[in-house]
């Protein structure tokens, strides 16, 4: 069996590659709602909830967005 270190170090190191992933989704994910697609789709797409893809909304119209694409 592995050891608690060795998989508490694999742990952290795969939550790490998940927000840096996030960080690259997000601003896609809130550009594909805005030129248009569904957001049920975009969800999909993105692996998220909706509720998080409305929060992503929300965050990018209140605080404006880095890395938007803009129009």
């Known amino acids: 069996m592995a050891d608690l270190h060795e998989l508490g170090t694999r742990r ?13 989704i997000r601003p ?6 805005r030129d248009g697609s569904a957001k049920f789709y975009v969800a999909k797409d ?3 909830t909706r ?3 409305d ?3 929300a965050a990018s ?3 404006g967005e880095p890395g938007l694409i803009s129009r």
């Open 12 to 24: 952290g190191e795969l939550l790490d590659e998940l927000e840096r992933v996030t960080e690259e």
């Open 28 to 33: 896609v994910a809130v550009q594909a709602v």
């Open 46 to 48: 993105a692996r998220v």
């Open 51 to 53: 509720r998080t893809l």
């Open 55 to 57: 929060q992503w909304l």
């Open 61 to 63: 119209e209140s605080e």
